[in-house]
């Protein structure tokens, strides 16, 4: 996934983690992502990250017959590990690594960009005529960000039956339930499904913040109807998440130890200096640091000017 549409806030300040336990709500904005929408939960201005995660993308349902929805041509990454996980539909994955990687429902791709990697996404030639997913990103914490690049494809992601649903473990642990998914800090995602007319209950650390999106269906936080498509901030020292369904709902749930460091986000890059910055889209431009993905047929994406704007808080 890239994002084509850079913020104009490029300055990115860490706000101070709730006190202890919060509902906050804040709606999706549209985005285009090539010829693919999506509503995209995370970074909202009130709340830059939540613990390590920075960005949050979903796209779809869609079904087509034509065409490719997903087609993001080559473009870089750095500072970050990108997580893919979809509901419906296929996605595939090539790097500047040489890695190729079919992405189904239930299997994670996980890429770390660390000190340079560029990547396409897109629809393949074979498909469901289907698409549904979210892109997550985690900030690399300052003793990692510049480490080698990595992709890994995960097809040993556990979906645990519980009371009244399921909980998928796509990194951290959930309940003594670990993904094999490696992390660079303390953190969590699962996929959350909640069964009709059912409750669940799923543990939570009490250490790390938390935020939620419905992706599919209705759900019930503490007696309040949770609107789709909105980040719900749930600050720290929780101990567990409940949540009620009437006609049943698939949930995005993600966390970690507050990030403590201030980030820079700009395009596709996370780093800690305007001038970083300025070196990574110089990087791409004279074709420097980031290596091809050669197996890309078509042009690859341009960074998009560069304006920083000063940003107060
Ligand atoms: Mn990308």
């Not at 990595?150 to 645990?160: E, S």
């Not at 970083?276 to 980031?290: K, P, V």
Request: glycine share 8%.
């Amino acid at each position: 996934m890239s994002n084509l549409i850079p913020s104009p806030d490029v300055s990115v300040s860490i706000p101070p983690s709730s006190a202890g336990p919060a509902i906050e709500a804040f709606p999706s904005r549209k985005a285009e992502v090539g010829v693919l929408s999506v509503r995209r939960a995370l970074p909202v201005r009130q709340r830059r990250t939540i613990g390590p995660w920075c960005f949050f993308d979903h796209f779809g349902p869609i079904e087509f017959i034509d065409g490719k929805p997903m087609d993001v041509a080559p473009h870089p990454h750095i500072g970050l590990q990108t997580v893919s996980w979809l509901f419906e539909g296929e996605v595939l994955h090539r790097d500047s690594l040489g890695s190729e990687a079919l992405l189904h429902p239930g299997e994670l791709n996980l890429m770390t960009a660390g000190a340079g990697i560029a990547h396409a996404e897109e629809t393949p030639l074979e498909h469901s005529t289907k698409l549904h997913g979210v892109q997550l990103w985690i900030a690399l914490p300052e003793t990692h960000r510049r480490t080698t690049p990595l992709f890994a494809h995960h097809t040993d992601i556990l979906a645990n039956e519980i009371p009244g649903g399921r909980v998928t473990v796509i990194m951290g642990q959930v309940d003594g339930v670990h993904s094999p998914a490696k992390a660079f800090s303390t953190l969590i995602a699962f996929e959350l499904v909640v069964n009709k007319s059912e409750k669940v209950h799923v543990p939570l650390d009490r250490s790390f913040e938390h935020g939620m999106v419905v992706v599919a269906g209705q759900a019930d936080l503490e007696g309040q109807s949770l609107d789709p498509d909105t980040l719900y901030y749930l600050g720290v020292d929780r101990d567990e998440l409940s949540l009620t369904s009437r006609g049943g709902a698939r949930v995005m749930v993600v966390g970690g130890a507050p990030f403590g460091e201030s980030i820079v986000m700009w395009w596709n890059f996370v780093a800690r200096t305007n001038q970083e910055i300025q070196q990574a889209r110089e990087d791409w431009a004279q074709h420097r640091r980031f290596c091809d993905v050669s197996a890309y047929r078509g042009p690859r994406l341009e960074a998009p000017p560069l304006e920083f704007r000063p940003k107060s808080g």
